[in-house]
């Protein structure tokens, strides 16, 4: 375990070089939350309560949600496909180290940057700025772990991004498509609440909404019947562990395009 | 048992015949027009704990495919391939633990962070203990004085200070094997015999087999006590690496440039040389590039001085160079039948 917690100190000093670009990322992020901000005052002018959410819960779910996605955002998929295009993957291979496990545990260094010059800010200026206030239940507690599986199953989907380079040798349509398909099936842009309802089906069987939707609801309506919560919850904790496994799988499936016809 | 036994190895890629244009490129998505390339060609050799050993060859001769199937990142197409014991590619990290290498043209530090960053994760990566890495560390500060870089950027090493980070690296958990592929590549001098002497001392004093790829026969010489040549992903040559060495030592290229240069120039100084030196004289030439002529001399049948001033005084020479014998000619020499 030691050479894990190695990793993500390395990537996390890595990530705090670039300590400039996190005072753009937080001023993107408070202009982006007031467009949100005028926009759904604007959606509530003649309304109190919409599709059940209320306007401080949509607008924390909004905020939440950017908050979350630029937590997550760690270009891993960008990284690792760069990484098989270019032979650098061997410098891995060498290392008595698993490749899956590695990459996981740079991508949770990169995690803990983020939150730390970008999410933590972002919080604080929620609460001050915008006034908002914060509900507090069963939910609140369950919000950190959701987040943490959040953060594999969104791994996932970058990791998965970043092998299929094995095929295409290169991935930047890839990866604009994966973000976008994430930011709208996910929830993260609009509340799922909000999407006409066969769609709503559609989509809660999917794995995306258990990456924004499922921690974003835990905090937004933390009171909700412990049945709910822990279903939710066993939800998100059943893809992360599916999509591990078969991310395992294809990448057993892809090394052996280098391995077989070469680096 | 030897630590590293190769039998009968072989790797052949299939490689699209790739299609001219557009309409070609388009044509390629659905062609199964492969060529197989025989990128290693039943290679067998062993290798016993503590050897220095020069892997050389030309560009493309199957050396980086070898060394990528003794690491495990590639698979065999077919043969057999122990490494301590175990086939590599079996499992990859058991057996990278007793294994240490280097890639000349990578890197296996972190770019943004100080050296001892590097250092420090790789303790950790290889699980060695405190003891063990200061020792290390130390060996490498007495060595080439590696702890002024300690605080330095990866990004901002030169080359060879860069180079001497990455061997550092390679030897930090005490691997049985080194694979040092092209580490002097981009070197000036100074910083080749430092590395060289690093490299001498490491296999001395810990046993460390090294498997030492290069394009320069200077390292070998240096270092190595057997060669083992490889062309077209076939072993040429496997043996003591003096037999080679007589035969580059003695050879040099006289490379001149000849003023007013045309065909009967080269065929006038190729009759003279018969004629003052004799026709077993050990003198070849040929021209390479536009008035530039090379004169490939045996010195143990004509000294090289000898040659020289009767090119002077006998061709009107404007500019000359003398070159240690290359690569190529070398794996030609062998071709020719030079070591059989």
Known sequence: MKKYFAII???????????????????????????????????????????????????????????VFILLKTYSDWWISREIIDGNIIIDLIKPIDYQLMTLFTNLGFVLTNLIA?????????????????????????????????????????YFTGLLAFYTESTWGLSITK????????????????????????????????????????????????????????????????????????????????????? | ???????????????????????????????GDYNIVRAVDGVSFDIEAGEMIGYIGPNGAGKSTTIKMMTGILKPSSGAILVNGFPPHANRIRQAQIMGVVFGQRTQLWWDLPVIESFKILKDIYRVDQKTFDDHMGLFNELVGLKQLYKQQVRTLSLGQRMLCDITASFLHNPQVVFLDEPTIGLDISVKAKMRTVIKELNQTRNTTIILTTHDLGDVEALCRRIIIIDKGKVLFDGDVKKVNALFGAYRTLKVQVNDFDESTLKALAGQMIQHFG????????????????????????PLADVLSFVMTNFPVHDVRIVEISMENVVQKVYDGALS
Not at chain 1, 15 to 24: E, N, P, S
Not at chain 1, 222 to 235: I, R, T
């Open chain 1, 118 to 158: 970008i999410t933590i800010p972002t919080a604080l200026m929620l609460v001050l700025v915008f006034n908002v206030t914060i509900p507090y239940g069963a939910g609140t507690l369950l919000f950190p772990f959701s987040l943490i599986m959040a953060f594999v199953i969104s791994y996932c989907f970058d």
């Open chain 1, 179 to 263: 973000d976008t398909i994430i930011l709208v099936f996910s929830g993260a842009l609009v509340p799922l609440q909000f999407f006409p309802e066969g769609m709503q089906k559609v989509l809660m069987v999917l794995p995306f909404q258990t990456m924004y939707h499922t921690p974003l609801m835990l905090f937004t309506r933390p009171d909700q019947p412990w049945e709910a919560l822990a279903g939710m919850l066993l939800v998100q904790c059943g893809w992360a562990l599916g999509l591990i496994l078969l991310t395992r799988l294809f990448y057993l499936q892809a090394i052996k395009v280098l391995r077989i016809s070469g680096g």
């Open chain 1, 9 to 67: 100190r390395g990537a996390f000093m890595v990530g705090m070089v670039y300590r400039l670009g996190f005072i753009f990322t937080i001023l993107g992020n408070l202009v982006y939350l007031g467009v949100a901000y005028y926009l759904w005052t604007s959606i509530y002018e003649t309304t109190n309560v919409m599709r059940g959410l209320t306007f401080n819960e949509a607008f924390l779910y909004i905020a939440l949600g950017s908050a």
């Open chain 2, 1 to 31: 048992m030897s630590l590293i036994q190769i039998k009968d190895l072989n790797k052949h890629f299939n490689v699209l015949n790739r299609r001219e244009g557009l309409g070609g490129a388009f044509l390629d998505l659905f062609s």
């Open chain 2, 279 to 302: 026709t077993n004289n050990g003198i070849s030439i040929s021209e390479v590039e536009k008035h530039w002529t090379d004169i490939t001399i045996d010195q143990a049948r004509t």
